[in-house]
């Protein structure tokens, strides 16, 4: 499979990998660039909120940010759309990925909450349209069927490497800051913590998509339309004529079920349930006694010697035990669900070549409609390791279908509405709708449980609002799989409706 794209006519076989290359990498960081929010919202929050990150201010601030974002990329991802049909796939693309590299370096030297919101919507926003002129680009530089779901299966697996390798990022830093308190005292931030070197990180792809974009092609079948004035004007409202309007809205509902079990379930996991779980626990309950035997350590030490220094270092670990463990495993589970997300992207690729596209869906649908509630109702208190493994498999049937709406949205419009129509179902109803599911978690249903009962209850207070909103979307979403169009003839041609 991997020499099907060296085949391909009109590239030179260096450029066509080359291609390969900058898709791979654009999704990478895609994914990237939107995660590191959840593994970093709750420490950023408390820290400009001033409260601890347990707080109901912080459980608020992290479902509200959620939606917030996906909001602002959804209207500007819309916009997006549009200017990739007009102005071309490859310049759209350029731009958005510069809009997501520097906006998280921005928002490191945050000193109010109003700026971290800012500049995570515009990380949203730079993300939201280059997804989609990503895909769009590539579906037309690889006209032949089985070339282009290779092509396209393939690169979009790597995006889930981005959310494993923010979590080996993040990992990393807290593991230096563990050992060195004061980071790299010699860069201007704010404070030293480990939420702000990880946002500057972001600048990555930025540097590497401006050395290899000058390398690779605009879209073929796009220019030369645009050169022969035969390219269409993309309307709006022609999504919703009696040709498109079926697949305009079916597309547009999978979509936002997709990132409603996102954003209403995964996303909130390592942020906001994490702190309930049982491992956690056990560090609350032995964190007093461990801070009370290195404090009389202390004072037993004489000061000034190296049995004084050790014995320092022992208390100031034992006071931020719970905090280390905490952030640790966020870290894992992030990385579980995101190994769950890459499996599940290599799957979609393998059986894309083989199975019927309106069965492929439901291979993935089936299983969440079932494994989101045990999950969240049954598994989140029980044992760590089967946690975990459930984590695994829910990011693997969501993620898989992100691969599916990805692959699927380029054959079903034409190609002067392929940028529009692939972003209006990304993004009203992914970005718009499916992310309101994380205020509809923590705000509307973790409400409801244990009524009258303290802040400790948060963390089980989503996890339950998690079970319910994942059931309900992967039910929905196998509903609408039975009313997918088919993808577009050669000659472009929308079927009736």
């Not at 994914?31 to 970093?40: D, G, N, R, S």
């Not at 269409?232 to 079926?246: D, N, W």
């Not at 049937?397 to 190609?415: D, I, M, R, W």
């Amino acid at each position: 499979m991997s020499s099907a794209p060296s085949t391909v006519p009109g590239l030179p076989p260096l450029t066509r990998w080359l291609v390969l290359l900058v898709a791979a990498i654009g999704f990478l960081f895609d994914t990237y660039e939107l995660l590191m929010f959840p593994v970093i919202g709750a420490q950023a929050l408390a820290e400009l909120l001033k409260v601890p990150p347990t707080d109901n201010l912080v459980r608020e601030w992290i479902g509200r940010m959620l939606w917030i974002a996906a909001l602002a990329g959804g209207i500007f991802g819309l916009l997006g759309g549009y200017l990739i049909d007009v102005l071309g796939r490859k310049k759209v693309m350029i731009g958005s990925i510069l809009v997501y590299s520097l906006s998280p370096v921005a928002a490191a030297y945050s000193t109010e909450l109003w700026q971290l919101v800012l500049f995570r919507c515009t990380t949203f926003i730079g993300v939201c349209v280059e997804l989609i002129a990503a895909v769009t680009w590539l579906a037309e530089l690889f006209p032949d069927k089985k070339q282009r779901e290779v092509a396209i299966g393939w690169t979009l697996a790597c995006a889930s490497l981005g959310g494993i390798f923010v979590t080996m990022v993040f990992q990393g830093i807290v593991g230096y800051m563990k050992d060195h308190p004061d980071g790299a005292a010699w860069l201007p931030l704010p404070t030293h913590v480990a939420w702000r070197y990880m946002l500057l990180t972001g600048l990555i792809p930025g540097a590497l998509i401006l050395i290899l974009m000058p390398f690779v092609p605009e879209s073929g079948v796009w220019k030369a339309k645009k050169l022969a004035g035969t390219l269409k004007r993309p309307r709006f409202g022609e999504l919703f004529s009696p040709q498109l309007r079926r697949t305009t809205l079916v597309t547009t509902l999978l979509s936002a079920c997709g990132y409603a079990a996102a954003f209403g379930a995964l996303q909130l996991t390592p942020a906001q349930m994490v702190p309930g779980l049982p491992v956690i626990e056990q560090v609350k309950k032995e964190a007093p006694e461990k801070v009370k035997t290195a404090t009389e350590k202390v004072k037993s030490a004489k000061e000034g010697t190296d049995e004084r220094n050790v014995a320092e270092k022992e208390l100031a670990s034992a006071k931020n035990s719970v905090k280390n463990a905490t952030d640790a495993k966020r870290g894992d589970i992030q990385l579980w669900q995101e190994l769950g997300g890459l499996t599940g992207r290599i799957l979609f690729a393998i059986l894309l070549l083989y199975v019927a596209s309106r069965t492929l869906i439901r291979i993935f649908l089936l299983p969440g409609v079932i494994l989101f509630p045990i999950a969240y109702l049954v598994l989140y208190q029980g044992d760590y390791t089967v946690f975990a493994i459930a984590i695994f498999f829910c990011g693997l049937v969501t993620v898989a279908q992100f691969s599916y709406v990805s692959e699927y949205l380029p054959k079903v419009f034409p190609v002067h509405l392929r940028g529009t129509g692939s972003g209006f179902a990304t993004n009203v109803g992914g970005r718009m709708l499916g992310t309101m599911a994380a205020i509809l978690n923590t705000e509307i249903l973790a409400p409801m449980f244990f009524p009258g009962e303290g802040p400790e209850k948060n963390p089980m207070r989503v996890a339950q609002a998690a079970a319910i909103i994942g059931a309900v979307v992967y039910t929905v979403a196998l509903v609408l799989s039975f009313l997918l169009p088919p993808a577009l003839s050669e000659e472009e041609t929308p079927p009736r409706a």
